[in-house]
């Protein structure tokens, strides 16, 4: 750590960075006043380089990670900025595609002269655009949720500090799924990365509750029809475990139902399985009484927090979970408030680090590191969180629920120690 680290930022003075602006309401009263940041006109505003799927099997994600992003500056934005400067939000697409992930990351640096970058969620890309971010020293925060970062796999410019990765997920829910659902289970996954941590820490997971899995059947992330690989599935199969990506998601979910008719295993899908799908549309029916993991509720609950409350309008999405604009438009509820929260954290640390430029971006890395706690508030609306700056993964709250009336209902909420496991890696021994 370096001295001026030392006398920029204390662990009190980074919880209450952290907690900043909560109790603050929806977007709407977020309106930018541009003399907040004439004082700091000299140094500009702070450049965020979005890596943004804009194209490819990640669009329909990216297109709410913009929207999430957008809304979140405006509110950074509207309550005086970064250390008195404004923050600009630069868009990229990388085709949700490694190579382009990797030539965006450099464009940031190079010609867009970006402070950091951030935003990235498919797993394959951030592999595709880490490495040559620790090479450029700019800071990458990414919005996934493999548990590439976490591994250690990567390097000590990337970081994961707004949502929790696949193996923290499966953990935590594991014991529910034993037992609740039953014992012997297939899963069905995309076949890459993203899907890989899927198979190999839910199997562990559930051989730990005594359970096994007599089948993994690993799908092309780009196949348009499914009912070719359902036959693999075995009679002994007592819950179904899906979790798919890309834009073929509710072909595979229909095929899925119109192959298992009235009958069939119980159901446990991860919501990525229906992001940005509407439950009420033709053919779901059969989903009714079935499982989903949600990273956050994507209708709202009965004992919804103000914080939810306050989100919902801040990124124009209603109880159901749709777009105020157009209730068709169903959002990535359950993945997007990384973005949100990931933003604020990159403000808490910028802020308790004094950061001022490019110079600053080992300062930025090493105040993020020393966060632990970060309780629910408007920054977390999602829940409260522990950040492990070792491992730069950090830990939340799962929810469980089930499919009634049409309707995603709450039935269980893991505690963040649930889900917590032993470091795998200690990227503060890292040099920069």
């Keep these: ?81 970064i250390n008195g400067r404004e923050v600009q939000i630069i868009a990229e697409d990388d085709g949700t595609d490694p190579k382009r992930g990797a030539e965006v990351v ?17 797993s ?19 919005v996934s949720e493999g548990h590439h970062v976490a591994s250690g796999a990567l390097n000590r410019y990337t970081l994961q500090p707004g ?32 899907g890989h941590d899927h198979r190999d820490f839910f199997t562990e ?3 730990a509750q005594g359970g096994e899995i007599v089948a993994s059947i690993a799908i092309p992330p780009t196949e348009t029809s499914f009912t070719r690989y359902f036959p693999q599935i075995p009679r002994e199969t007592e819950v179904l475990y899906h979790v798919m990506v890309g834009p073929a998601v509710l072909t595979f979910v229909k095929e899925l139902g119109e192959f298992f008719g009235p009958s069939g295993p119980q159901l446990f899908g991860f919501i990525d399985s229906l992001e940005a799908v509407s439950f009420g549309s033709p053919g779901l029916e059969f989903l009714e009484g079935t499982y989903f993991w949600e990273g956050n509720p994507r209708h709202a609950q009965a004992d919804q927090s103000e914080h939810d409350k306050a989100y919902r309008a801040a990124v124009g999405v209603n109880e159901m979970g749709a777009s105020v604009e157009d209730e068709k438009d169903v959002s990535t509820y359950a993945h997007m408030f990384g973005c949100w929260e990931t933003l604020n954290i990159i403000k808490a640390g910028m802020e308790a680090s ?43 709250h799962q929810y469980i629920s089930k499919v009634m009336d ?8 893991t505690s963040i120690e649930d889900g917590m496991y032993e470091d795998e890696v200690d990227y503060t021994q890292m040099s920069f």
């Design 124 to 142: 394959h890309v951030v592999y595709g655009s880490a490495p040559r971010a620790g090479e450029l020293k700019l800071p990458y925060f990414v």
């Design 1 to 81: 750590m370096t001295n001026k680290t030392k006398q920029s930022f204390t662990r009190r003075g980074l919880l209450k960075s952290i907690g900043a602006g909560a109790g603050v309401a929806a977007a709407s009263s977020f309106v930018p006043d541009v003399a907040r940041f004439a004082h700091a006109q000299s140094s500009g505003p702070i450049k965020i380089g979005f890596q943004q799927h804009a194209t490819g099997i990640g669009a329909s994600y990216g297109r709410w990670y913009g929207r999430t992003t957008e809304a979140a500056a405006a509110r950074i934005n509207a309550m005086g900025g």
């Design 106 to 122: 450099e464009k940031f640096a190079k010609q867009h002269e970006c402070d950091i970058a951030f935003g990235t969620l498919f």
């Design 354 to 396: 004094g950061y001022s430029g490019p110079g600053d971006r080992a300062s930025l890395i090493e105040a993020v590191e020393a966060m632990t706690d970060m309780p629910e508030s408007d920054d977390h609306p999602q829940g409260a969180k522990k950040f492990n700056g070792k491992t730069h993964q950090t830990f939340g």
């Design 205 to 207: 997971a559930m051989t």
């Design 406 to 413: 049409g309707k995603l209902v709450k039935q269980h909420t």
């Design 163 to 194: 949502i929790t990765d696949v193996k923290s997920q499966v953990i935590a829910m594991a014991p529910f799924v034993s037992e609740n659902l039953g014992k012997k289970v297939t899963m069905i996954y995309p076949d890459f990365a993203f």
